[in-house]
């Protein structure tokens, strides 16, 4: 079964094709970083358009890397939320054509859920159960994930996501947009005791990062000689250590012995090796995609839309966008 997906929520614009859920034989993505750079974040507005403009030529190229005609494609899988409304709906409109005129199913994917699916591709043999640590943009979750259909939201965050704080001191720190790559690279150069910032304490599995950026805020205020590096590293190393240590102790009490890691902030290298450490120390497999299935791609929304398909889901000509944040 090959799956063509299509992603638009944010400010990627991205075509895909997968084999049998797991095999991609094409990933085209066309970021629109530079466009919103010069504003310090993603501009709704713009983005639908940049979306407009390129969804054509991406789905083409997706097509012509992967060797194959649209007669091919047995279902049109599409990101309808969370994310952007105006920019959802150019994705969701282009599938919702593509599967109309070629008389196949058409599947609407839930932006998070195929994040998770990220690390379904290529030569993973993961399946579920398991426990995901979704870390992205808008989202900060650890989900339960029980079968390919079935999942239960174990925490999420309360106020700011983890790519949000990010995002968000980066913009404190004067590094411009998008800011988790730069602290990650600054980071790294850094020392993450230099400062040690509050690590907020909320119940359960949920995570607040809200305190954490204002908190940066002020120690900039009244310390401008600590070099910025160490700032980044230890902000990072705040993140790191509480995302770290919620998903290994909410893997041990619901007894996970897999740990999925998805979302653009998985992309980052001190929670990569954050994580992989305590889960060495705890017996605990860790699973990580590669970076360019972490970010915003089509490649995990045909996989999701994939089991969706198997397990006899799709979606009527009615399926509207729903931008909202779900978990
Ligand atoms: O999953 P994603 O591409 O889009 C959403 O669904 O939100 O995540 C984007 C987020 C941004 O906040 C970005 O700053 C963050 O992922 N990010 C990183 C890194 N790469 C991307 N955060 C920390 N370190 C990174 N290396
Ligand atoms: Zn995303």
Redesign the pocket.
Known sequence: MIILGIET??D?TSAAIVKNGRTVLSNVIASQVDVHAKFGGVVPEIAARKHIESIDYIVTEALQNAGLSLQEIGGFAVANGP?LAGALLVGLNYAKGLAYAHKKPLIGVH??EA?VCANYLDESDLEPPFLALV?????TSILAVKDYDTYEVLGSTRDD????A??KT?RVLKLG?????????LAAEGNPLAVNFPKAKVEGFNFSFSGLKTAVMQFMAKNETVPVEDIAASF?KAVVDVLTERTIAASIQYGYKKIAL??????????REGLKNACDENGIDLYIPK?IY????AAMIACRGYYKLQAGHTDGWGLNAFPGRMV
Do not use: M, W
């Open positions: 929520s944010c990627e994310g932006h998070i994040h870390v992205s943009g808008g989202h996501a983890a790519g949000e990010f995002d980066a947009y998008p800011g988790g790559p730069k602290i990650d690279k990072q998805a979302g653009g902030v998985a992309c980052n290298r001190g929670l970076p972490c970010t915003d791609n």
